[in-house]
């Protein structure tokens, strides 16, 4: 069973950046495809950004897209959410996950995901 632990979190104005990482225990991740996906009060949780089990392949959320970058670290047990030019409506706890298949579009969807974190807070000022 792997363990996710998020950091990086914290409170930023508008337009400052954040860095998110997602850190395992127990078993390796590095065989599995990762997300990021965030959840603000009395929504439900959304997509953020997902990368392949090989690093290669990057997938993000329209709302993300040119402003969050996914990494992760090969060989390793981390990923990494670099978000830059942040706004309000970025304003979520952010959950990294992992999903043990191979069907990318699966990616974007939380129900596949076969185990997560424990969030993180970001909140970004205006």
């Known amino acids: 069973q792997v363990q996710l632990v998020e950091s990086g979190g914290g409170l930023v104005q508008a337009g400052g950046s954040l860095r998110l990482s997602c850190t395992a225990s127990?078993?390796?991740?590095?065989?599995?495809?990762m997300g990021w996906f965030r959840q603000a009060p009395g929504k439900e949780r959304e997509f953020v950004a997902a990368?392949?089990?090989?690093?290669?392949?990057?997938y993000y959320a329209d709302s993300v897209k040119g402003r969050f970058a996914i990494s992760r670290t090969k060989p390793g047990n981390t990923v990494y959410l670099q978000m830059n030019s942040l706004k309000p409506g970025d304003t979520a706890v952010y959950y990294c996950?992992?999903?043990?298949?191979?069907?990318?579009?699966?990616?974007?969807?939380?129900?596949?995901?076969?185990?997560w974190g424990q969030g993180t807070q970001v909140t970004v000022s205006s």
């Open positions: 127990g078993r390796t991740f590095s065989g599995d495809a």
């Open positions: 996950g992992g999903y043990t298949g191979t069907n990318s579009y699966y990616y974007s969807r939380s129900y596949a995901y076969d185990y």
């Open positions: 990368i392949s089990w090989s690093g290669g392949y990057t």
